[in-house]
């Protein structure tokens, strides 16, 4: 049977779809995904993506990018954040794992020009990566020139998955006290 390109297949158990939103508001890095002349390249980028307009998530830098020429392009786009969130260790090799949440996502990207829209966008975005500091007092805002010399790329989010992994390790040792190893889980 055909499968939805956002259809986790492995740990189905560990979707979490409600906290796609959330994982992306509490991300930083965004390793954006397209192909040229048929070879994948990831690319990371800061972003921004607020959960009031939950589809549309916004890459930025200097028109020279090459990756966010092609980002506003309308090329397919394939988004991931990543959250770490705990080293599991167990008593067996095989079952050593990594706590995260983590969000694909699939759209295409347009370039915003207009500069209010883009006044209001990287305001929020470094609100949301430096929480307490204002524009205006902290901070002044972009020029003109700046709005100008800076890519600003609009991806909209057609579909989306969103995965997590949260517990202890999940070994067959990791239950019995007598067995020898140590196991745990080390916080991010
Ligand atoms: C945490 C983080 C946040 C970033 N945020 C932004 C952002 O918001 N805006 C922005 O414009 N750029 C950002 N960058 C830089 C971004 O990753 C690219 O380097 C940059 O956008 C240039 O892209 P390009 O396709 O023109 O690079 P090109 O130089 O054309 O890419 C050619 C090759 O260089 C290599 N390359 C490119 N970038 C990287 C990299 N970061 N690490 C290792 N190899 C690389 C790859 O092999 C790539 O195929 C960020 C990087 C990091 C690590």
Redesign the pocket.
Known sequence: MAHNRSDIQRHAERAVPDQAAEILMAG??AHVAFTEDGQP?A?????QFDSSEPRLLY????H???????AASGAPLCITVTLLDGLVYSKTAMNHSINYRSVVCFGRGAEVTDSDHQQRVYEAMIKRYFPGRTQGRDFAPPSSAQLEGT?LVEVVIDDWSAKAREGGPTGPLDLDEQSPGTCGVMPI
């Open positions: 930083r890095v390249f690319i990371p980028f800061g972003y890459l930025h830098g200097s020279a990018s090459r990756a966010l020429a092609i890519r």
